[in-house]
């Protein structure tokens, strides 16, 4: 069955370092969304991005975000200088279509902000 | 008015117990409601799902009601079993607006 897939699995960074968070949404899904778990706190949207663009960005996903698809398969969550904060479990998600209302989200990237 | 509030934050039953877990909503708007099952390091996984069309929809083992008027929708797990032991999270969305939100989630625990 066709998931999605995150690398890596942990980040361990310094506080105002870049991260990128990498994702790889199932292959025919058109949709793709990024959100964000605290732990021991809900899931958060982030973003959703469709056609190489944002559709919706929350509250969250300020100037220090961004999403990029930089090629055919790969989708990217980029926080450009970190903050204490930003540590949380980051989930990538893929939907066929927008109609379609089953997300499918891949297993995390446990992002620690040092 | 976008928010999904979810009640208990924990649940601890016997295997063969009923947990019922709840959530409401505000935004009636809202068109579609699923529930995600997580385990530890884990993604959330699509459990079941309703619309308001209906006030009851039957998976196997889990069952969702849905109260319009109240704007309230539960989940129950029948017969449930120590592999259950999750935390179930409901959510909403608006078909076509994609981004669902999540209630606070659930911790149950289902003791052998």
């Known amino acids: 069955e066709p998931e999605v897939t995150q690398t890596p699995s942990h980040q361990v960074t310094q506080m105002g370092q870049e991260v990128i968070l990498r994702c790889v949404p199932i292959s025919n899904h058109l949709y793709f969304y990024w959100y964000r778990q605290i732990l021991g706190q809900k899931v958060e949207f982030l973003v959703s991005f469709y056609n190489n663009e944002i559709s919706e960005k929350s509250e969250i996903f300020d100037d220090q975000f961004s999403v990029e698809r930089p090629d055919g398969s790969n989708f990217t969550l980029k926080i450009r200088s970190t903050k204490l904060e930003d540590s949380a479990m980051y989930f990538c998600a893929s939907s066929p279509t927008l109609t379609s209302d089953t997300q499918y989200f891949g297993p995390g990237t446990r992002l620690t902000v040092l | ?112």
């Not at chain 2, 009601?65 to 539960?74: I, L, M, T, V």
């Open chain 2, 1 to 112: 008015q976008q928010q999904v509030k979810q009640s208990p934050q924990s649940l601890i039953v016997q295997k063969g117990g009923i947990p019922i877990i709840n959530c409401a909503y505000e935004n009636t708007a809202f068109d579609y409601f699923p529930w995600y099952q997580q385990f530890p390091g884990k993604g959330p996984a699509l459990l079941i799902a309703i619309r308001p069309d209906v006030s009851e929809k039957k998976e196997g083992r889990f069952t969702i009601s849905f109260n319009k008027s109240a704007k309230q929708f539960s989940l129950h797990i029948m017969d449930s079993q120590p592999g259950d032991s999750a935390t179930y999270f409901c959510a909403a969305s608006l078909t076509n607006a994609g981004k669902s939100t999540f209630g606070d989630g659930t911790t149950l625990t289902v003791k052998p």
